[in-house]
């Protein structure tokens, strides 16, 4: 039973604080749809996601309504689209990704994921087609989003998905060059991708899933950095408690709402993800609570080991508040997305290597940064190859989402609108890579992975 002190605070956290429910995504299985005629599969996915999902918008503006919690997004994550598709006699999934998107304006819905391939080890011909069909099917689409998994501790990374994934990016930048390159906004490439994602670009829904699933994804960076105001000045121990205190109760507030809609739509409950996810608005931004514990600027030396401690304290709080945590869960921190990473790239303090450094204890990676037209494919390449490599020895989820902007350089800055946001045009290391990337093959897992 909630006590009348517990909802004084949520009410706080809601309207003082910016805490929101940042999604409520269902997760629908495609198996069934597959067909050798690509009409008529495209046709199957257009009515399995209709059918399944058609009340999703309706109860969460309810749930939104009825509890006072700001709903922010409504999605869909399907199964990765490579593999429902291979039956298809077709050399291009184009077409599905029209379908999704269809299917995502009928509902009302903000984002569909899962025109997505899995390829840590190797690609079929399914994969293939499809990352081919990655930059054009971004283009034609507003709602999809696509990712693409090159690397695992198990497998280690595949480069010559890598070497690959390079020059689609700098496809889908040119073929959305008139938005600033908003495509690549929607490109998440993976290391160690999670099923149970919520949020997007990356959210796809897992082979281990079952038909249908409700996973919630929560946010608060307001609420963190208004409790680490309550503790300044104190030692780290108490940083941390409080941390955890916080993200207990915001991820009681996401279970609260997980709960209600699995009820009323029917479908199974899955995780809650309790990851930072910081906005462009004022004061709910990852970056301040860093600064909170007393860096002067994000990215000041003590960033990586003050945001370690943020993202530890996170998951134990909410560990302690929900029966099944999944996703993603800890701090987030794209650039574009995050008020205060904005202000540390403008005045020098944050760097694209620090940003790197920073990713090694963080919940994702590089995230929402936008980087100059003229960078090479070989260049984004490694970029996402040293990404994969720190989720891979690390065991842990990594993953890259840069804008190469066409016609921008450094210093420049970047609209996207909305909740991407906007952001200054970051540095890139202009040494080349070219021969590094070329050689292609695998890149062993470690060891350790392979004594398990």
Do not use: W
Not at 46 to 66: C, M, S, W
Not at 73 to 101: F, G, H, L
Not at 391 to 397: I, P, Q, R
């Amino acid at each position: 039973m909630l006590l009348a002190k517990e909802i004084f605070e949520t009410r706080q956290m809601i309207e003082d604080n910016k805490l929101d429910v940042r999604t409520i995504t269902m997760g629908i299985s495609l198996r069934a749809c597959s067909h050798p005629d690509i009409k008529v599969f495209c046709r199957n996915i257009y009515d399995t996601i209709t059918q399944t999902a058609q009340h999703l918008v309706r109860v969460g503006e309810d749930i939104e309504a009825e509890f006072g919690v700001p709903i922010i997004n409504k999605r869909i994550s399907v199964t990765p689209i490579a593999i429902v598709a291979e039956s298809c006699r077709t050399d291009s999934y184009v077409p599905v990704a029209e379908a999704m998107e269809r299917a995502a304006k009928t509902l009302g819905i903000n984002f569909i994921g899962g025109f997505s391939a899995l390829v840590e080890k190797k690609a079929t011909e399914g994969d293939l087609i499809l990352i081919r069909s990655i930059p054009e099917a971004l283009a034609c689409t507003e709602r999809v989003c696509a990712s693409v998994n090159i690397g695992t501790t198990k497998a280690g990374i595949n480069m010559d998905a890598v070497r690959e994934m390079g020059h689609i990016v700098k496809r889908t930048a040119a073929l959305t060059a008139q938005r600033d390159a908003i495509g690549c906004a929607k490109l998440v490439i993976f290391a160690n991708a999670v099923e149970d994602n919520p949020f997007m670009a990356g959210a796809f829904h897992g082979v281990g899933e079952g038909t249908s699933t409700i996973n919630v994804g929560v946010s608060g960076p307001g609420v963190v950095k208004h409790a680490l105001e309550s503790v300044r000045g104190q030692p780290f121990d108490e940083i941390a408690e409080s941390v955890k205190r916080s993200a207990f109760k915001i991820t009681r507030v996401g279970q609260l709402v997980a709960r209600e809609a699995s009820k009323r739509l029917g479908v199974k409950m899955g995780i809650i993800d309790l990851s930072l996810a910081p906005t462009p608005a004022i004061g709910d931004s990852v970056a301040y609570i860093l600064e909170e514990m007393g860096l002067e600027r994000c990215g000041a030396p003590g960033t990586t080991a003050a945001l370690a401690l943020l993202n530890d304290a996170v998951k134990k709080g909410g560990l302690m508040a929900a029966q099944h945590v999944g996703g993603l869960s800890g701090a987030f921190i794209p650039v574009s997305e995050d008020a205060g990473m904005i202000d540390a790239v403008k005045c020098g303090s944050l760097t694209l290597e620090k940003l790197e450094a920073m990713t090694c204890v963080c919940s994702v990676g590089l995230d929402m940064i936008a980087i100059p037209g003229d960078t090479s494919a070989a260049t984004i390449s490694g970029i996402i190859a040293d990404e994969a490599a720190i989720g891979m020895v690390n065991n842990k989820t990594t993953a890259v989402r840069l804008i190469p902007v066409p016609g921008k350089t450094v210093g420049d800055n970047v609209e996207f609108g909305g909740l991407l946001g906007h952001c200054p045009v970051m540095a890139v290391n202009r040494f080349s890579c070219h021969e590094f990337i070329a050689r292609g093959g695998r890149i062993p897992a470690p060891l350790r992975s392979l004594t398990n």
